[in-house]
């Protein structure tokens, strides 16, 4: 198997770093000024108000958005911008592709190709993307199956599955890249209630069971409590407190704070 060239965060070097981060869109600034660290292995949740600029932190990370100041660096390697004689240079897109290979990413809506298999889908980019042989990438893909309790689907097309089954493929085709950095954007808010509990299910196991870092966007407060080493609320586009999990939802400090968790919990 290919070695996965993208950088890693050691106990010295932040996994993900975001320093002096801006992000407008037209004259709305979405994020202001934002600094924050993930050490590597790592579950760090945000909550806070919709708007508050917490999906649009894991879009800069997958470089689904482009910064508009400031730096992000993936275990010390810049991934948009770098500082080069005094000014901030962008990074070529190449570098950015080999910077993201070890960053996965599921999002709200699923977003699987609706004309591939479930085995078509998780199989893509292994293949074309790590260099698998097909043989090793469906091993590899049946195996992921099996442990979001998926295995009974590989021929499906997803119109076929429901919502849950949906998500548990996005998060098993999201494992196949052997990502050291998984970002979750709010993978439980599309879905019926009844549906929420399986992929919860699913999530906490892969952060018992892995050292990959986590960096989570969620309504699920409960969720949050349970996987997250620590949890930043958000506030128009700034984090106005974080802390351990007991500490943010049982003794938060902040006003906003204790109003958002009132509303939600």
Request: proline content about 5%; cysteine-free; overall charge negative.
């Amino acid at each position: 198997m290919p070695e996965n060239t993208a950088p890693t965060g050691t106990a010295d070097v932040p996994h993900i770093e975001f320093r002096d981060v801006v992000k407008k869109f037209g004259d709305n600034t979405v994020l202001d000024n934002l600094n924050f660290t993930v050490s590597k292995g790592e579950r760090v949740t945000l909550i806070g108000p919709s708007g508050s600029g917490k999906t649009t932190i894991l879009r800069l990370v997958m470089t689904l958005e482009e910064l508009s100041g400031g730096y992000i660096h993936i275990g010390g390697t810049p991934l948009q911008y770098q500082e080069q004689g005094g000014k901030r240079v962008r990074i070529s897109d190449k570098r950015r592709r080999r910077t993201t290979t070890g960053i996965g990413m599921v999002f709200q809506h699923f977003n699987l190709f609706p004309n591939m298999t479930v085995m078509e889908n998780i199989v893509e980019a292994p293949i074309n993307v790590m260099g698998l042989k097909k043989a090793e990438a469906e091993a590899k893909a049946e195996a992921l199956l099996d442990k979001v309790g998926m295995g009974w689907k590989k021929d499906a097309r997803p119109n076929e599955l429901s919502g849950g089954q949906q998500q548990r493929i996005a998060i098993a085709r999201a494992l196949a890249m052997d990502p050291e950095i998984l970002l979750l954007d709010e993978v439980t808010s599309a879905l019926d209630p009844e549906l929420v509990g399986e992929v919860l299910a699913v999530l906490k196991d892969i952060a018992a069971e892995t050292d990959i870092s986590m960096l989570i966007v969620t309504h699920e407060m409960q969720f949050a409590r349970d996987v997250s080493d620590r949890v930043m609320m958000f506030d128009q586009g700034s984090v106005i407190e974080e802390g351990l999990p007991d500490k943010i939802f049982s003794e938060p400090e902040n006003q906003r704070t204790q109003d958002f968790l009132r509303a939600v919990l």
